[in-house]
């Protein structure tokens, strides 16, 4: 069996399991007080451009999520998404479980707009704010979305730009960043996410690592007490050093990018050849999700030798299913995949 | 100044005044469990034809829904309800604050339709549940609802038989339940309300009490333990007899539904004179609740002499106004209103 | 039977239900944002010789902890009292269920002492924090005490001085506190308490009101938004008028501390009595709840005319009984209980 | 620099790199339904005698904690445990970020006994229950304990009895539970704790693991969606395998028992050195966790080479330090700390 299901199918990029194995007997401090953190946390400053900025790691995205928002929120305030986002949907109502409601916005591609928040926040605090309601205090966007697409650099100053005038914090999801900041359309860097929000997220568990993610607070606000916040949510590793040293290995000599690349180009071999099969994609695939309309037929032969992941019924005899490719792709399990889709399609 | 912005302007029915008057020296024990908070429940109780069912008083609604449903759910469920509904939109977050989702279905007319309900709940519960997203557990509805329209018997017949199908709790907000049971196009009773859901409450804050919510369980999975829960979220009134005394007089000869009756009927004669001055409704009126559209001149004028609840903006010139009569309303008022508007339109 | 159990056993004061009556008509806005509530409010301001305080008013006193100390806190720091205080006790931890931890110092007579506090404080922020602990933020003392003791002056003084050190905010539940300001060695006025605490609450439920608390902001961190927190904790009432109503019949012609005394004057008289009778205290009485060793012989022949409050076991035959006046206790009553008490001992 | 202070100052048992190397490339499904986490539940199964227990795996001890009594506990319910207990001390208040409250016991050496528990619930439910107290409904308890000592066999089934008598679970937190079942004084094994507790965890963190705990629910009322909780929680790790194949290899070949043996070894050494040397125990050493009391002169000394956890202040000159081995302890590191320990004394 082939899995493009999702970009978490394999253990982690072989360096990392090299220097853990290295590391393995060395005595430290526990809970992320270590050197390798330090260090990691310095690799990350620098390809942020954010010497100022505070750096946690966590250990999987909705804790991340969950803590995150947790310790920005006060218990009336909200937090503004698309309906399609991640904790809105796939984190078993863990905001809520924080207290917090998510304040949805209609999307068709995983995305919001400036306007969206803007006629929200405006009409919220028109006489001053209205306390009947959840306040809107936080704008979360995740890219790659969920969906796959990205938010241009233009997109992402707007944003920010509503949030700062209502007194409202951005916090971009990034659990799978690196495959956004290395596709074709892509014109952000980590310090111009670093420059246009409050805190965000690199994810290591879908680009390379074992697990792991690197919470970047840029804004001093946030920064105070965080990490009672990560050790109440129960995000606080004993050995905190295991995520140090992941980091660490996928922030020196840019390994984290270079490894996206692969998820990429393998992305776009299998887009390529599905576009010229005519098969129809609901979103216009930018990164490494791609969602696809399939016949039922179709899905059931090609289930004898991959896995794909079912999102939805698209209509009686079709379904939208979801590829994914990632790090870890090997070249000739897509080339074969392309072969048996001629085929069967 | 006449109000005609909501249904809870004025005190409360002269009788119960009149009761706590008379009552106001009686030594009783406190927290409800005092003679008169079991004579309101024994009428209740008949009124509802449910000999079985536990009543308990609390003191507002946004308390009683999140008493209820916090009681109701375990923590990673979810309740389901129009994106309308008052838990949804006016209770900043109050059922968040217990933990646990709104999800929520577009509405029209604030009301859902079993078919939403059975498509969701099958959808989540396809492969035996999805432990990624909230568990749907509960349904919550108001009748009437948020935008005065309510419940046909059928229709609430067919959402407790998905909710029976899912193993889901109906829960049936009844904040204006006296105005939705004496409405002209209303075939339901209270009787039926009991035997079609798991929990109720009958509003007093809106129909004649100074304050105060009873709340019926019917469904015996939710009657252990429930005064704990009232206790903590603290929603158990010291001198409870005030609530039983309220609901004594309310229950007793009808009075209930009664004074609701003053409500529609007033309402019908604005809505009369409002259609013969082809004033637009955003929703086909049924209860106590008239939402209209009008332009900002003519909300301008009224303001001089009439308080109306300002909805939303229509289009650049005109707003969604609503305005509500209740049992206090003042047939002199109503007729010197309509008068105003026709020369104000 | 008479009852000397608790202190809300009648409704309220007659002056309260007149003003109630004679206002009953008048239309009014809701949740609080009307004349009534505004001169309470005023009232209470010139009382407190704090202008510049904030001022809001709840229904009762286990939603009104829960709303300050909800505000007041981040998730993951605790409120520090007496083992015995209310919060920690008799409110089906409902600051827990807010999510903050109850950090408890033993005492014996329900009150703390600064020096506890210091040292718990000094402790946990020895290397500038703990993050493995809930951080101690606020501080919670009752007054008078939940064991009918109150703070002297000099007491309150030295505790608020610690909050200060420590940056922790100082409330005071003031749900009897009329009682405790009209008793014998009271040195401690509003305007004292005002100016010694970040927040604290004037109860009405137990000393004259139907139902009621009035919290007083003097802590300008603690200002904002406030009104949201009431709101979601289901404390906003819809004809809030009714608290501002009884507030201002109250805090007219000091009219709450007038009643007040009757309480304190009635537990003097049994307090002498009992001490004639060599019946042992367990707390030395200062207010109007009085905590005293009965056999349970005794307890059971007073039942067949009193009802009294079981606090313990004593010993195998002894019970400790909680004997409470009020603003509505009887002369004649206590009287009568002296004489029986006189001939059962 | 030699640490002493903890049981997780190194990586992992060797044996499980290899096999995350090992496997590192293969491709499975996510969250923990793949087949190395169900083969590690099989033996785990084995392990307890518990055929139809269910065993989940979790990333960390507080996220364990709260899930298993979030999962376990409605919304008014209390936990009984230890004041010294882990939940209650050193999770930055994770119990009651879930709304649950931490009902405490006084005890000298970390364990409670029967009898405390007993009389609480006693007292509780003496009237049928009390809804204005937290309602105790699950009993915690660690073995080992925070401060090193066990529970007897006799001990855990008194407790368990109790547990029974009043519908309360038992909680058993086995972090150390390797170290637990392999010191002298034990006569328990796996099947008794299975036998005698409602769900408890082994503890995989401190006991040779990189990180994780199995979870193991023998109640059947504790089962269902319990995934539901793991994933609101941030618990589920999407790279579930990781879990699966490090209990896999600790429980293959008894390995986990075998490491843990070397942590009792170390430690009695360390024990006999210390005996001979006078320093006072405040706890009598029963596995890895020695707590002793050193002067702050001694302690100095010997920070220069090791790094022992300092507890509390004992006297104006005195410490409390623990001393903590582990599976992973060197011989020759102990040999050295016991001749430096002989000179610096």
Redesign the interface.
Known sequence: ???F??D?????H?DI?KR??E????????YGMDEHCRHAADLIQKACDAPDADVHFL??????N??VI??AL???Q?ILCAETGHIN??????V???????ITFPTNDGKIEAKQIRDYAK?HFRNG?N?????PKMVYISTPTELGTIYQKKELEDIYQVCREYGMYLFVDGARMGYGLVCKQNDLTLADIAANSDVFYIGG??VGA??GEAVVITNPELKP?F?????????????G??LGIQFETLFENDLYFEIAKNAIRQAERITECLTALQVPFTVTPQTNQLFVVLSDEVCDRLSEKY?LEYQ?KFDETHSVMRICTSW?TRQEDVSQFMEDLKEVL
Chains 1, 2, 3, 4 share one sequence.
């Open positions: 069996m082939i899995y299901n999702c978490y199918t394999e253990g982690c072989p399991l853990l194995t590391t393995n007997m060395e005595q430290t401090i526990g250990v999987g995205g909705t804790q991340t969950a803590t947790d310790a006060k218990p009336y909200g949907v796939h984190e078993t109502g863990a809520e479980a924080c207290g917090h409601k998510c009409e704010g306390e009947h309601m959840a306040q568990t879908k074992l697990f007490d990490r009672y916040n990560i050790k109440q949510h129960g995000g606080m590793l004993a050995k050093r295991l896995v939805e870890a």
